[in-house]
Structure formats: C-alpha cells, structure tokens
C-alpha cells in the first residue's frame, strides 16, 4: 500500500467513525460545528451562539433546535441540549497533547452544510490567543489540517478517531488552533452541562493600551505615564462600585505592572475577592480596592 493510499482510507475511516458525532450549528448570525460529547449533549464554541437557541443538524440531514445549557464565553465553549438520536459521543483522546509533528484530521460541517474531513499535522504546541472577550486562551494545539469558514466548533482526531482538539481560532493562511480535549477540559464540558458557568473576576472596564495612553496624556499635558487607559467603565461592574473612572490610567493590578491587556488579565485571573488596582487620575496616585463580591 501507498502513502497516499494509506492516507485515503485513513480519512475515509475517520469520515465513517467520526463523522456521525459531528454536527452542524447555525444561528441567525453565526454558522459554525459542534461535536456529541454525550447523549443529548453538543460541545461547540462559545462564539457560534446567538441567543439561547440554535438550529442543530446531524450527518442524516435531520435538524433539531438546540438550546444553550452552559456557556462559558471567555474560554469560547459551550454546551448544548439536543435529541442526539443515534449519534453516540466521540471518544476522548485524555491528557497529554500530540508533539509537533503529530497527524491530525480536522472534521466539520460547517453550518450544517455537509461533512468534512481533512488532514494536517501538529505545527505548534501552547500556542495562546484572545478568546471573543480579549482573555487569552492558552495551551492551544496549532496544525494545519485545513478548515473552511463554519468549522470551528468541530473537533481534530487522531487517527484512531479520538478526540484531541476543539478548533476555534484562524491563524493567517493554512494554521489553525484548538483547545486541547485533555481533562481540564472534560471537567468544564461536565460543569457547562449542569448550567454551572465559570466564574472570573472581572473589572468591566474598556481599556487602551500602553502606548495610546502616552500619546493621550502628553496631548493634553500630563505627565506621561505606563498603564492602561480606562476609556470607559460599566455602569455596576465591580469597578464602577469601587469608584474607577473613565480617564483614569491603571499602572499596576495586585502589584503587577501593567503594559497589555495580557498583563491585566493576569492579574485578574490570580485575584480571588478583591484586586488592589494603583491608578494615575491626572496627576494624582491613587490606590483602588475593587471587589468581585456577588
């Protein structure tokens, strides 16, 4: 047998086991995958919902609405409640990601429109990047399996068909990136199916970076400064109630110095009750307690 012989049935093979626990998922703004992680249950990204209900279709042609159990929309994943009829769910591959190198088979089917399934290898290992909300996923498995608009949301097997990867993320022209399926992520599908959506602390501030916030306030005469520039802040998020203002320039959170969004979300996600923020409001320091109470 040939390479490319052995690479054809391996695809054909994968087109057989797997493609019956893919699914399409489509909403009135959004076309995207999902895959059966359980009876009655479909894990997709976070960002191919809107609203609470979408359209499901399976690799039969039947469709269904499905309806959003648990969504985690910073970490891009959530979890659906459908009739999965005959679809069973697809095997975990379980902890330990592919090395670089490693074959995969990206499988879709993009807003319903028909299955795929395509090959590629492990180029890139703990990639990260900004998930909808502006926090960066990391950990991620980067490959090059190719995958048309509608796929994310669909998983990436190994060649025994076990579950490795939810894709989300285009990287520029032929890469990809998916969320490792290890047991992290296992235990916030489980979480995501009882409705239990993970809970972060979160200031509820828009911000500009380090370098327009030097540039503003030299503009208007301040002494130029290192944070992050608050442009505007939620009225009732955790920062508006600790008296956080629009203007104000956030040099450091819970000690840490403050150059990218990255580093504020650092900061964040090591905070438990309460987040000591140093801010700059015209020329003056402040020191700001902020609170993530209920």
């Known amino acids: 047998m040939t390479t490319v012989q052995g690479l054809q049935e391996a695809v ?86 592919p090395g670089i190198g490693a074959a995969v088979f990206g499988v879709a089917n993009p807003g319903g429109r028909g299955l795929r399934v395509t090959f590629g290898l492990v180029s890139g290992t703990q990639r990260s990047f900004p998930g909808p909300r502006g926090r960066r996923i990391a950990g991620s498995i980067e490959h090059t399996a190719p995958l048309l608009p509608g796929s994310s949301g669909g998983p990436i097997v190994d060649d025994e068909g076990r579950f490795i990867g939810l894709n989300t993320h285009r990287l520029g022209e032929g890469f990809y990136l998916a969320i490792p399926a290890d047991e992290a992520l296992r235990g916030r599908v489980d979480a995501l199916g009882r409705g239990e959506a993970p809970k972060r602390a979160r200031l509820g501030v828009a911000i500009a970076p380090a370098h327009v916030a030097r540039r503003l306030r030299r503009a208007v005469g301040l002494p130029e400064a290192d944070g992050l520039l608050v442009r505007a802040v939620e009225d009732d998020s955790a920062a508006a109630k600790a008296g956080v203002k629009e203007g104000d320039l956030i040099m450091s959170a819970g000690g840490r110095a403050l150059q990218t969004a990255d580093d504020l979300f650092a900061a964040l996600d090591e905070a438990k009750e309460s987040l000591e923020l140093k801010v700059l409001r015209g020329a003056e320091e402040l020191t700001i307690n902020v609170g993530f109470g209920d």
Do not use: M, Y
């Not at 997709?44 to 609405?65: I, K, Q, Y």
């Open 12 to 97: 054909s093979g994968i087109a057989g086991t797997v493609g019956t626990k893919v699914v399409g998922v489509a909403g009135r703004r959004s076309a995207g995958s999902g895959v059966v992680v359980a009876p009655g249950r479909i894990l997709t990204n976070a960002h191919n919902l809107w609203g609470d209900e979408v359209t499901v279709t399976f690799s039969d042609g039947r469709s269904a609405t499905a309806k959003a159990l648990g969504v985690d929309a910073e970490g891009d994943v959530a979890v659906l409640e459908v009739d999965t009829g005959d679809a069973t769910a697809i095997d975990w591959a379980g902890n330990g990601q």
